[in-house]
Structures are given as structure tokens and as C-alpha cells.
């Protein structure tokens, strides 16, 4: 590919071709959804001429870098056979990173977008952006220049943003925003920080909370995490597997994750639920026949709580656990259907209930 002057072949890069033969080996299980976010222009059109460290993209090369993302998705189109769904512009784009990084102010980010949703609509491609992966508490500073442009609004159909450990009022803040602007928020990325729990169920105990948390007061409909692995030479992260000894092992925050990605389907609705003082998210699935409610447990001691569906049944009931001890492991319970189902939450533990329902009079 031969760019004003920047010749690039992704298939040489022996990254993007690791990268794409994971999601070629995702695709053979499920629908993937690949969502592309750019990290750095390249840096010869940066103003720090590196692509590390921040730097901005400099104006005059705005649109050799929207010809040179058009070049991207042509690329994974005509070369791999298969569509970008999504497209981020910057990850972070508030922050200067030791990391490939770049930022951009709200106003260039949103001429950007202009410019670079028109060029790639010449190259035949309508991508979904998603802006602007930044965390709760500065994402709103990015919508509000976006949402004031007539011409740019219409092009972000998700708005993305990076969660973090501990409550937040941003969240509940999105819900009303996403709600009314009828837009799809995503929680992009959140990560576990390096040393914040003593034992291994602690860390994943909070992963939930966090999760949780989103869910019900943001009512994101797309919660990821960071990263499976932590890259070489990254500190002050925990990733979902560990590497004892160079060995790859699922930690107890990949279980505790599991609890809610392995049971509630893509298009599952969140319904209305209250557990008192416990964290608690149900579902209702696509099809309307069945419920999965994730509950957690972070005390010392076990609870019991009851699930009721009142004008309901729950039949066919199946309940998952992780705790200190378990790891994903099936929990037995009594097998009487009925509309109340009583449930021993263990301590310090993530419980998970699927059942199919049916209504009664």
C-alpha cells in the first residue's frame, strides 16, 4: 500500500497477522464483533514525529490519515474478507502515554471525524464510530462538542468509555444521556490494577462489583476487559490469565467474568431487580424464555436469597459458581419449579442463576 510517501503492508506485520488468526479461530465459535481502535497515526505527520508519548496529528496531515485508515479497512475487506463493525479513532485520546499515544482535543477529534467519515464514504465503506474512549469523567467533555455539530453527531453510533475501580455519579449520567440521545454506550476497556487485592478471589470479587455496577447504573449494553494477557513489558495491570512461570492459567478474575459472558446472550434485556444490600443484575434473554440473574457476594459469611418471579415460574433452573474454592463450578439446588427459588450464596463468592420462566395465573 503505497500512502503519500508511507509504504506499509499489514501483512508483514507479524502482530496484525497473530491478530488476525485469533479472530479467524473466534469466528469458527461465535459472531465476532471487531471493533478497530488506532492507538497513534503513524508519526511522521505527529507533532512530536514519534509514536509514543502523546503528540498531536498534525492539521495539514488530517487527510493522509483518513486516506490511510480508508487503506486499513480496504485492506481487511479485499485482502482478509472481512468488515471492520466499528471504528475508534484514538484510544485515550485525553492522555500522553510512555505507550504508542496520541491526543487530540475535543474540536480536532470531531473536524476529524467529519473529514474521515467523508473520505471513507468515498472508499464505499459506512463504519460505526465509537467515541471517545476516554474514562467517566472526561467523556462527557468530548460528547458535548460532538453533540452541539449537526454534521458530526449522526456519525457516532456508540459512545465508548473506559471504566475504573470505585464508584462514579458519571455513570448514572450516561444513562439518562444514552437514553435520550438513543445511542449505545460500551464500556471499552476496564483493567484490574496491579497489587489492589491481597488474595486471588479478591481481585475478582471487585472485577464483578465493577461489572455489576456498569450494568445497572449505566445501563451499558457492552461491558470488555482490557486485555486476556498482559503484553511484554506492561506493569500496573492484572490481565484475566495469569503466567506462572511462563504457563498460562485462568485467574479468578476470568471466572468471576465468566459468571456474566458465559450465561447472558448478545441482545439480552436487563430487567428491573432488587436484592437489597447484595450487587445483583438479571436478564431477560432475546427470546423471552428464560432469565439469568448474576448475584454477588463479597462478605465473609454465606447468605441466602430468594429469587422471586412474582406471575412467573422458574423451571429447568441451573446455578453456577465461583468462589475462593470453585471455579465456574455447578452448584445443586432443590428441583421444584415455582415462582421462588431460595439460593445459598457462599462467601465471598459470584453466583449465577439461569432458568427458563413461564407465566401463570
Given at each position: 500500500?503505497?500512502?503519500?510517501?508511507?509504504?506499509?503492508?499489514?501483512?508483514?506485520?507479524?502482530?496484525?497477522?497473530?491478530?488476525?488468526?485469533?479472530?479467524?479461530?473466534?469466528?469458527?465459535?461465535?459472531?465476532?464483533?471487531?471493533?478497530?481502535?488506532?492507538?497513534?497515526?503513524?508519526?511522521?505527520?505527529?507533532?512530536?514525529?514519534?509514536?509514543?508519548?502523546?503528540?498531536?496529528?498534525?492539521?495539514?496531515?488530517?487527510?493522509?490519515?483518513?486516506?490511510?485508515?480508508?487503506?486499513?479497512?480496504?485492506?481487511?475487506?479485499?485482502?482478509?474478507?472481512?468488515?471492520?463493525?466499528?471504528?475508534?479513532?484514538?484510544?485515550?485520546?485525553?492522555?500522553?502515554?510512555?505507550?504508542?499515544?496520541?491526543?487530540?482535543?475535543?474540536?480536532?477529534?470531531?473536524?476529524?471525524?467529519?473529514?474521515?467519515?467523508?473520505?471513507?464514504?468515498?472508499?464505499?465503506?459506512?463504519?460505526?464510530?465509537?467515541?471517545?474512549?476516554?474514562?467517566?469523567?472526561?467523556?462527557?467533555?468530548?460528547?458535548?462538542?460532538?453533540?452541539?455539530?449537526?454534521?458530526?453527531?449522526?456519525?457516532?453510533?456508540?459512545?465508548?468509555?473506559?471504566?475504573?475501580?470505585?464508584?462514579?455519579?458519571?455513570?448514572?449520567?450516561?444513562?439518562?444521556?444514552?437514553?435520550?440521545q438513543n445511542v449505545k454506550l460500551w464500556v471499552s476497556e476496564f483493567a484490574m490494577p496491579a497489587?489492589?487485592?491481597?488474595?486471588?478471589?479478591?481481585?475478582?470479587?471487585?472485577?464483578?462489583?465493577?461489572?455489576?455496577?456498569?450494568?445497572?447504573?449505566?445501563?451499558?449494553?457492552?461491558?470488555?476487559?482490557?486485555?486476556?494477557?498482559?503484553?511484554?513489558?506492561?506493569?500496573?495491570?492484572?490481565?484475566?490469565?495469569?503466567?506462572?512461570?511462563?504457563?498460562?492459567?485462568?485467574?479468578?478474575?476470568?471466572?468471576?467474568?465468566?459468571?456474566?459472558?458465559?450465561?447472558?446472550?448478545?441482545?439480552?434485556?436487563?430487567?428491573?431487580?432488587?436484592?437489597?444490600?447484595?450487587?445483583?443484575?438479571?436478564?431477560?434473554?432475546?427470546?423471552?424464555?428464560?432469565?439469568?440473574?448474576?448475584?454477588?457476594?463479597?462478605?465473609?459469611?454465606?447468605?441466602?436469597?430468594?429469587?422471586?418471579?412474582?406471575?412467573?415460574?422458574?423451571?429447568?433452573?441451573?446455578?453456577?459458581?465461583?468462589?475462593?474454592?470453585?471455579?465456574?463450578?455447578?452448584?445443586?439446588i432443590p428441583g421444584e419449579s415455582g415462582s421462588r427459588q431460595s439460593i445459598l450464596l457462599a462467601p465471598r463468592s459470584v453466583t449465577t442463576l439461569?432458568?427458563?420462566?413461564?407465566?401463570?395465573?
Open positions: 500500500m503505497y500512502l503519500n510517501g508511507l509504504t506499509f503492508n499489514f501483512s508483514d506485520e507479524e502482530n496484525e497477522t497473530s491478530q488476525y488468526a485469533l479472530i479467524r479461530e473466534a469466528q469458527k465459535h461465535s459472531e465476532v464483533i471487531v471493533n478497530s481502535c488506532a492507538w497513534t497515526p503513524p508519526p511522521q505527520w505527529k507533532s512530536n514525529n514519534s509514536p509514543f508519548e502523546g503528540g498531536e496529528l498534525l492539521a495539514k496531515h488530517f487527510e493522509n490519515y483518513a486516506d490511510y485508515l480508508l487503506g486499513y479497512l480496504l485492506y481487511y475487506k479485499k485482502m482478509r474478507n472481512f468488515d471492520v463493525h466499528l471504528l475508534a479513532l484514538q484510544n485515550a485520546p485525553e492522555q500522553k502515554l510512555a505507550t504508542p499515544s496520541c491526543q487530540w482535543s475535543a474540536d480536532n477529534l470531531k473536524e476529524f471525524l467529519k473529514l474521515a467519515a467523508g473520505r471513507l464514504k468515498q472508499g464505499g465503506f459506512s463504519p460505526r464510530f465509537m467515541l471517545p474512549e476516554v474514562g467517566w469523567d472526561q467523556a462527557m467533555v468530548y460528547l458535548k462538542v460532538l453533540w452541539e455539530d449537526p454534521d458530526a453527531r449522526p456519525l457516532v453510533s456508540h459512545v465508548s468509555v473506559h471504566s475504573q475501580l470505585g464508584p462514579s455519579p458519571a455513570r448514572a449520567a450516561f444513562r439518562d444521556f444514552t437514553r435520550k497489587g489492589s487485592s491481597s488474595a486471588p478471589i479478591d481481585s475478582g470479587l471487585k472485577l464483578a462489583e465493577v461489572v455489576i455496577q456498569d450494568l445497572v447504573e449505566s445501563e451499558c449494553t457492552a461491558w470488555i476487559y482490557w486485555t486476556p494477557v498482559i503484553p511484554s513489558g506492561w506493569t500496573g495491570r492484572q490481565g484475566l490469565i495469569d503466567r506462572p512461570g511462563g504457563s498460562l492459567t485462568p485467574s479468578k478474575r476470568f471466572f468471576c467474568l465468566s459468571q456474566f459472558s458465559r450465561f447472558i446472550p448478545r441482545d439480552a434485556v436487563r430487567v428491573a431487580a432488587s436484592s437489597g444490600d447484595l450487587p445483583m443484575v438479571v436478564f431477560r434473554t432475546p427470546e423471552y424464555k428464560s432469565i439469568v440473574a448474576v448475584l454477588l457476594n463479597s462478605s465473609s459469611e454465606a447468605v441466602t436469597q430468594d429469587v422471586e418471579m412474582r406471575g412467573w415460574t422458574l423451571e429447568r433452573i441451573s446455578v453456577f459458581r465461583t468462589s475462593e474454592t470453585e471455579d465456574g463450578a455447578q452448584v445443586g439461569s432458568a427458563q420462566i413461564r407465566r401463570v395465573k
